[in-house]
């Protein structure tokens, strides 16, 4: 499958446009049932989505937000770190935390939330005002105060149950907020925008910064002492509460994000770049450290003056034990692009991406292990035809063989111009394309290829067999071309578009899904003899495309699109992803489990298909009742559907036996709130090698609570 991104060597253009993050705010109260999509992060671990801001009540507990509603929690001094419900998609920009139950957090669009129970729930409240947030302190008693776009500043004195507007005297933007006592605050913002309060915010006065440069974060230890960093390397300091506030020699011309102090000696800034500097003597002298790896550092706490946390983009998270001195990576996994994903069954899968970069799982995705790929060509495709047998293709001709599971790649030779899908049938019957309409076919593994006539100089991105003979190959201005030989010959189809074509999948012989720019969706129900246009409710690029039965597939693209059809493509419902990342490559081994790679080495999986939940239609309610209900229809082919209540919230498992007691299949196996749930059991599987179930006898088992039921379902095909 072709990677949507733009490589140094220029040879493959890009075919998902980015965008700006839509600000989607998605609230869900107990009232109210939705059905939403879930996805859960496998790489970088927490989670992948960049984080602005973090703070710590001590050494063990802290709170980090950011982008697409992401709340993340540790209670062992950033251990571990677990994904909290925000339960929205707004960027939040800032954290601050009163002690370890009660605290708040600001972003986009006003949104303000609060919890007072760690995090465990977090209550949206009425800011009065639909400017982007940007700070927040709440550091005493009930006291809390908000700035943001325009100068917004708001107030409140209970808690966050009344929020009160304040007037700022200014529309600059303010970054940032600090309270060093309940009456004594300071904010500072854009072109060296400086303003002081010392009644709560009832009035705010305007202090002289002396500069012209954008202030991002300002922080004080006490009334008098206060730093505030910027632009362009700027640091200013006060010594007397902000009467004065003198310019201080960074040495830096990166912009400075952030800054924190544990005393009026000690204190820590971010360098936007990652970097981070210290300072032992109040800013006298600052020296610079490396935070370990590359990227953007966005938000830091001095918790004392041994500990420290910073955090930043694509998921970063970096802790100290000495002040700064040094620095532990917490957050874990590759942030390289992953072109494209293989899952030979529900525990063994395959990532490739940039760089020459090849993970495995053999567990489900609960590890990522890179192999040795030999090559630094960024890969754009993996076909593995069972769990030994796979091969990988790539810029300048790369092709990589693997027969043990990947623990050894071998190079072959095939062709000097890029390639971007591959495709094998058996172990030794295999097909990939590329750049200038190539297409190489292998009939002996790899060790030999040979150049095939494609009746075509279009760029050829992805190619799909619906057995070993029928093929097709999807490339530039609308490309298609087929073989029913089993790619010895090619003929081409046409499309009837002329944009880039993405991603193919079969569904049978007579029936595949394209998918390319523009949010284009074509279906062929004749072998490719018409093709007709189908509606995606989209306008950007789909990259990849999935089927795993005949009703249900799966397409991703950019913006973090997902949609799903259980219709063969009739109708696409969209799936809340994860964030707006470009989604490359997506694989299932079934109708509820897969995985999606993507921008930035994002891989998330689900195992429900990506729906958690389903409203009861005739029920508004929470179940009073744990209930396992008879699957329907039944007999089935080839999908059945299972619902099941919870009355209470719990860990669930559902499981798919067959009559010798094997597990055929794990619906279910994670904490669930209570609610109705419906989930698709299919007996066939079209993504990473054709597997069928044979007819007969099947048990589904639900394990929640006190609750171990088991019914019976029958398979006829």
């Known amino acids: 499958m072709f990677s949507p991104i733009s490589y140094p060597d220029n040879l493959i253009k ?64 950033g251990q571990s770190w677990l994904i909290q419900t925000s339960n929205t998609a707004n960027f939040l920009y800032d954290v601050s935390f009163l002690d370890v139950n009660n605290g708040f957090v600001v972003g986009a669009s006003g949104i303000i939330l609060r919890t007072v129970n760690g995090g465990q729930s977090w209550i949206p409240q009425t800011s009065n005002t639909s400017n982007y947030l940007s700070g927040v302190s709440y550091k005493y008693s009930n006291s809390a105060t908000v700035v943001g776009d325009n100068g917004t500043i708001i107030h409140s004195t209970d808690g966050g149950e009344n929020w009160i507007i304040q007037s700022s005297g200014t529309t600059r933007t303010l970054a940032s907020v600090c309270f060093s006592d309940p009456n004594i605050g300071t904010a500072v913002g854009d072109l060296g925008t400086i303003i002081h309060t010392s009644n709560s915010g009832t009035n705010w006065q305007s202090q002289t ?18 730093t505030a960093v910027g632009e362009d390397g700027t640091i200013l300091r006060t010594t007397n509460g902000g009467l004065n506030w003198t310019i201080q020699n960074s040495g830096q011309v990166h912009h400075l994000v952030a800054v924190s102090f544990s005393d009026i000696n000690n204190g820590l800034v971010l360098r936007q770049d990652g970097v981070i500097i210290k300072t032992t003597d109040g800013g006298e002298n600052w020296s610079g450290y490396s935070s370990l790896t590359p990227g953007w550092l966005m938000g830091i706490c001095f918790i004392n003056a041994d500990y420290a946390a910073a955090v930043g983009e694509h998921g970063k998270i970096v802790y100290s034990t000495n002040g700064g001195s040094n620095w532990t990576l917490q957050s874990t996994g590759t942030t390289t692009t992953l072109s494209a994903i293989c899952l030979t069954d529900q525990s063994h899968g395959t990532a490739v991406g940039h760089d020459g970069i090849i993970l495995r799982t053999t567990d ?104 070993e003979n029928i093929g097709m190959a999807v490339g530039y201005d609308g490309t298609i071309v087929k073989t029913t030989t089993g790619g010895e010959f090619w003929d081409n189809l046409v499309s ?102 993507g921008s930035y080495g994002m891989i998330i999986h689900t195992t429900n298909g990506g729906i958690t939940f389903i409203e009861d239609k005739h029920v508004d309610k929470r179940p009073t009742d744990y209930l396992l209900s008879q699957n ?30 094997n597990t055929i299949a794990t619906l279910v196996d994670e904490y669930k709130p209570a609610g109705s749930y419906e989930f698709e059991f299919n007996a066939i599987n079209h993504c990473g090698g054709i597997r069928n179930l044979s007819s007969g006898i099947y048990f589904y088992q639900l394990t929640a609570g006190e609750l171990i039921q088991t019914k019976k379902m029958v398979l006829l095909r």
């Open 364 to 467: 489900s995705g609960a590890n990522w292990v890179q192999q040795v790929s030999g090559t630094t060509f960024s890969l754009l495709d993996v076909h593995f035809v069972d769990n030994s047998y796979g091969t990988a293709v790539g810029v300048n001709g790369t092709i990589l063989r693997t027969t043990d599971g990947g623990n050894n790649w071998s190079h072959q030779t095939g062709s000097p111009g890029s390639l971007s899908g591959v495709h094998f049938t058996d172990i030794n019957n295999g097909v990939a394309v590329g750049i200038n309409g190539d297409i190489i076919r292998t009939t002996d593994g790899g060790n030999s290829w040979e150049f095939q006539q494609s009746w075509t100089d279009n760029y050829l991105y992805d190619i799909d067999f619906a057995n």
């Open 632 to 661: 329907y229809p039944n007999p089935f082919n080839p999908s059945t559907v299972i619902n099941y209540k919870l009355p209470v919230s719990g860990n669930v498992t559902l499981k798919v036996y067959d009559v010798l007691g």
């Open 496 to 597: 009837g578009v002329n944009i880039a074509l993405s991603g193919i999948a079969f569904i049978d012989i007579d029936n595949a899904i394209v998918v390319g720019d523009n949010g284009t969706i074509l279906s062929t129900a004749d072998g490719g003899i018409t093709w007709s246009s189908l509606a995606s409710g989209v306008t950007w690029g789909l990259s990849d495309v999935c089927f795993t039965d005949i009703n249900t597939g799966i397409i991703v693209g950019g913006q973090g699109t997902i949609l799903r059809t259980t219709d063969r493509g009739a109708t696409w419902s969209s799936q809340l992803s994860l964030n707006n990342y470009s989604l490359i490559g997506v694989s299932f081994t079934d109708s509820i489990n897969g995985t999606i790679v």
């Open 14 to 77: 890009s075919r998902i446009a980015g965008k700006t993050l839509l600000n989607i705010l998605l609230f869900f109260f107990l009232s109210t049932q939705f059905c939403f999509a879930q996805w859960f992060w496998q790489n970088p671990l927490p989670q992948g989505n960049t984080l602005k801001s973090v703070d710590f009540i001590n050494v063990n507990n802290g709170i980090a937000v950011g982008a697409f509603g992401t709340i993340l929690r540790t209670n062992n001094g």
């Open 209 to 226: 910064s002396g500069i012209t440069k954008h202030l991002y974060d300002v922080f004080f230890v006490d009334s008098n002492y206060g």
